[in-house]
């Protein structure tokens, strides 16, 4: 193993040169989230302990009821995500990682 280098920034180059294409890849897909600034909220973001109310129950039950007698009128998951400009695989990737 290298010296350790001063500047952080130059012992990340230094390993990288050493490491396989497929851990590249893999430290590309984790740089990546961690410069988007959604990935990096929702990491930091507080674990949700807060109990869900009954009517919070009874609005999701009226919804799925809605969706269950209306299935012409949703809209697909698919779509959903272009409009965010994410595609099926990134999200399972993304999922992946998790």
Do not use: C, Y
């Not at 009954?54 to 609005?59: A, F, G, I, L």
């Amino acid at each position: 193993m290298p010296h350790a280098a001063t500047n952080p920034k130059q012992e990340a180059h230094e390993f990288i040169e050493r490491i396989s294409f497929a851990q590249a890849s893999a430290v590309v897909t984790l740089i990546t989230s961690m410069l988007d600034p959604v990935d990096r909220a929702l990491a930091n973001a507080p674990f949700e302990d807060e109990e869900i109310s009954d009517e919070e129950n009874r609005t999701d039950a009226a919804s799925k009821a809605w969706l269950a007698e209306h299935p012409d009128q949703g809209i697909p998951f698919d779509d959903i995500l272009a409009e965010l400009g994410v595609t099926a695989e990134e999200l399972r990737q993304r999922q992946d990682l998790a």
